[in-house]
């Protein structure tokens, strides 16, 4: 079975703070994810990697930026939390099928 | 701009009804259709439909894709209070860079 985890299952943090949100997938998958959810919007694309140090913007990456220096990590860095970051961030990965992803359990992000 | 809208948003039925949930899209490039059933953590992967027509059966779910009107239903029969959950609808764009998420239909199932 794929094994998509993330570090955190809650995490609270500060206005202005420096966040770090980490992923790992097990499967030896070339492409990960990171999206946000929110109620009433669905889940959102915010970046993707399909290999090592390469990345692509999803749809919000605004207020974001990723890296993948390793093939099974996929790191979420948001160098300025604000309030409007509060939300559900789930990673996911695929391998050969692009479309058909694993998810990690999500984590929960509260800006303070 | 690229939208995937489904409905109905909530929908609460008894446990042995049948229900159709809808999804339908607008998207440049369409490649490829997914329904994900997320519980209480994280989307699990149901089907992935491409061409128009072809029924995706598992067990008690099933789905299928009209690609000239643009929509999906996934089925549910004989549903059962394990199938509470929302149902996710996404469509992918034919260079992989593009995922549409819908809002998702919330389905309660009440014994």
């Known amino acids: 079975d794929v094994k998509v985890t993330q570090s955190s299952r809650y995490l609270v943090k500060r206005t202005g703070e420096k966040v770090f949100l980490e992923c790992v997938q097990d499967m030896d998958h070339e492409n990960m994810f990171w999206y946000r959810q929110d109620p009433g919007l669905g889940l959102r694309l915010i970046y993707f990697?399909?290999?090592?140090?390469?990345?692509e913007k999803g749809d919000i990456p605004e207020g974001y930026s990723v890296s993948r220096e390793k093939k099974e990590r996929f790191s979420l860095i948001l160098e300025s939390a604000s309030t409007n970051q509060t939300s559900m961030y789930l990673c996911?990965?695929?391998?050969?099928?692009?479309?058909?992803?694993?998810f990690g359990p999500g984590t929960r992000l509260t800006v303070t | 701009e690229d939208k995937v809208v489904q409905s109905p948003l909530s929908l609460v039925v008894h446990e042995g009804d049948t229900v159709t949930l809808n999804c339908s899209y607008e998207?440049?490039?369409?490649?490829?259709l997914l329904w994900y059933k997320q519980e209480k953590k994280a989307p699990t992967f149901l089907f992935m439909l491409?061409?128009?027509?072809i029924e995706k059966k598992s067990g008690r779910l099933s789905s299928i894709l009209d690609k000239k009107e643009l929509f999906s239903i996934l089925n549910i029969t004989a549903t059962q209070t394990g199938d509470s959950a929302i149902y996710l609808c996404a469509v992918g764009d034919n260079y992989g860079q593009n995922f549409v998420f819908g809002p998702g239909t919330r389905l309660s199932v009440l014994p």
């Open positions: 491409t061409s128009s027509g």
């Open positions: 990697s399909y290999d090592v140090k390469m990345k």
């Open positions: 996911a990965s695929s391998g050969d099928s692009l479309y058909e992803q694993y």
């Open positions: 998207v440049t490039n369409f490649r490829s």
